[in-house]
């Protein structure tokens, strides 16, 4: 059987961080979002904080409004599955992803992975709380996690492996090794039957050698250097050129 091609999910946080410097909707999130559709990313991702920094609440419910005129779209919502917000965002707009994020409220930015082997028990029944919402669950996992294997029992769907240490590594001398650690959890990951996304500081310059290295890789989310790009060449190009990288590597 072929490998599915890897879908590009957009993450338009720093559409809102521009947005949030002045009082107007400009850059307006949903627009943002519609020419990305309209270029062909099959998705959608937000990631809500508590101090609502990027995302706000009605962003949450305005970009699933969007999503109801492309079916075809995933819409998917990062987050702490602690902080209560995002438990009320999964249960009201029911996205057809939850990617949860051990954040803490003053990370500037998603920075590791779950440590199962402390949180799984809390995880397990927010797990069972969002599949009852009819999501599927993906947990952001480092590369290096001796838990792969728990996540599935915990009633997840899906990793997503922390991509931060393979681009630091990328065109250094580590990058071979790097990119064979994150070969390894991703067969790992399959052999448990979950699926694998993957997701942070992902570019134009080091996707393609990141997807030929490591095998099915179903999705990524690409925020930062996707939306930077798109200040050079326009969202719906930045967006067509990172879908040739994906169904070209």
């Known amino acids: 059987m072929a490998p599915a091609m890897t879908k590009l999910s957009v993450n338009i946080n720093k559409v809102a961080t521009l947005r949030n410097t002045r009082p107007l909707d400009l850059p307006s999130v949903v627009k943002a979002a519609r020419l990305c559709l309209e270029a062909g990313a099959e998705g959608i991702t937000v990631h809500p904080r508590p101090d609502q920094r990027h995302i706000r609440s009605h962003d949450v419910d305005d970009v699933a409004r969007l999503l109801k005129d492309y079916p075809r779209a995933e819409y998917n919502i990062e987050g702490n599955p602690f902080f209560d917000e995002y438990m009320r965002h999964a249960e009201r707009v029911r996205p057809k992803q939850c990617t949860l994020v051990p954040d803490t409220v003053e990370a500037s930015t998603s920075d590791h992975g779950w440590d199962l082997a402390r949180d799984a028990e809390r995880l397990r029944p927010v797990i069972a709380e969002l ?3 009819g ?3 993906s947990l952001f996992m480092d ?3 001796a838990c792969i294997p728990l996540v599935r029992e915990l009633g997840a769907d899906r990793i997503e492996l922390y991509t931060a240490p393979y681009a630091e590594s990328f ?4 990058q071979g090794p790097t990119v064979a650690q994150y070969r390894q959890a991703a067969l790992i990951a399959a052999e448990e039957g979950l699926g694998v996304n993957a ?4 570019s134009q310059d080091n996707l393609g050698a990141f997807l030929t290295g490591v095998p099915n890789v179903l999705e990524v989310s690409i925020g930062h250097a996707l939306i930077a790009e798109a200040l050079e060449v326009g969202l719906p190009e930045t967006v067509r050129r990172y879908l040739r990288i994906c169904t070209s590597s």
């Open 131 to 133: 599949k009852s919402f």
């Open 135 to 137: 999501c599927r669950v």
């Open 171 to 174: 065109g250094t001398p580590l």
């Open 199 to 202: 997701g942070h500081d992902l």
């Open 143 to 145: 590369a290096d996690s």
